[in-house]
Structure formats: structure tokens, C-alpha cells
């Protein structure tokens, strides 16, 4: 089994995949976008840690920047139903230290913002991935205000769902949304519409 590869950024596509050369061999990895993006440039000597995935009709490689990312894809194949493509979904959208959050949250929403995932998936995947990934459990109190007062859990739902209203992608959405303090839903969403304005 392959656990990491170490050389050279050869090429990288738009969807992900990277080629990286060790040793005179060529070997093609799957990656998400972000990840592909975040190796550097081609030509440049790179670390991936690897997922060797093997089916009787497939021999695939999945790389990851951070062992972290590796280590949550592996905990998301575990899940019922899901794959390596909705695997890789997710934390395109939901880096890990995000999705540790998102599933803390019981955020049916936001996992509602990976493509192909429904209310119904997305409820099933909060109850067992909390068992496989390293979710620190609530006290049972609610987040408090800027006022003290406490804030509803769906304050931060609320922003994405307006966010998607106004036609941003998930990817934007979940970027905005991603380590939003709690607050009132207003004041979240002028942060949000704030940080997506500076990303343009």
C-alpha cells in the first residue's frame, strides 16, 4: 500500500488531478481542486499523503496536502453510502477542522451544500460520522449573543440559506460561512457578504 509520495509536480488538471514524478515514475493522484492547488507550482518538489484505494476494477491513488485531510476521507469511506467522489465532495467544501464543527453543530445545512447530499443523507451522515471523527460533544449550552442572549443553533444555517438564495455557489458559501463567530443572522450575513466582496 502507498502511503505518501514525495517529487515532482509534473502536471495538474482543472478537476484535480495531479501527476507527480518519484524516482522516474509517474504516478496519477486524485485530489480536489483546493488541495491540487495548494502543492505549488509544477515543477516544484511536492509531499502527498496518499490513499491507496483497491477494488477489483480499480487501482486508485487519492492525495491529500495535510494528513488530517487523509485521515477524514478515510473516516467519510467508512460512512454508509458514501464513495471516494462524495468523500472528496465533502471536503472540498468542508475541510476537516470545518467539518468537526459542522457535525459538533448537528449543521444539517451545511452538509446540505455538497452537491449530490440531501436532508435525508445529510442527517444520516451527522449521526455516524460524529462516531468516526474526533467531535468534542456540547455542554448542552447554547452559544451566548454579543448581548449575552443566546443565539439560535441556525443562526449560521439561516446565513447560508440566504447566501444560496442570492446564487452563490456552495463552495462560496461554505468559504463565507467557514469560522463565522455566532451572532445575530443579519449581522452574520453583512460578514459574509463582506468577505465574499473581498474575494472578488
Do not use: Q
Request: charge should be negative; proline fraction near 6%.
Amino acid at each position: 500500500m502507498i502511503g505518501s509520495l514525495r517529487g515532482i509536480l509534473l502536471d495538474r488538471t482543472v478537476g484535480g488531478e495531479i501527476l507527480v514524478e518519484v524516482a522516474g515514475l509517474g504516478y496519477r493522484v486524485l485530489a480536489g481542486p483546493a488541495t491540487a492547488a495548494r502543492l505549488g507550482d509544477v515543477g516544484a518538489e511536492v509531499f502527498v499523503w496518499i490513499h491507496h484505494h483497491v477494488r477489483e476494477d480499480a487501482d486508485t491513488l487519492y492525495g491529500f496536502a495535510a494528513r488530517s485531510e487523509r485521515d477524514a476521507f478515510e473516516a467519510l469511506l467508512g460512512a454508509h453510502g458514501v464513495g471516494p467522489a462524495l468523500a472528496l465532495a465533502i471536503l472540498s467544501v468542508h475541510p476537516p477542522e470545518n467539518l468537526v464543527r459542522v457535525l459538533a453543530d448537528d449543521d444539517v445545512a451545511a452538509l446540505c451544500l455538497v452537491p449530490g447530499v440531501g436532508k435525508k443523507t445529510a442527517a444520516r451522515l451527522l449521526i455516524e460520522l460524529k462516531t468516526r471523527l474526533d467531535v468534542p460533544l456540547g455542554d448542552g449550552v447554547p452559544p451566548a449573543g454579543e448581548d449575552g442572549s443566546a443565539v439560535p443553533a441556525s443562526a449560521r444555517a439561516d446565513v447560508r440559506d440566504a447566501l444560496a438564495e442570492l446564487g452563490y455557489t456552495p463552495e462560496e458559501v461554505a468559504e463565507a460561512t467557514r469560522d463565522l463567530p455566532d451572532g445575530d443572522p443579519g449581522t452574520l450575513l453583512k460578514e459574509a457578504l463582506r468577505r465574499l466582496a473581498a474575494r472578488r
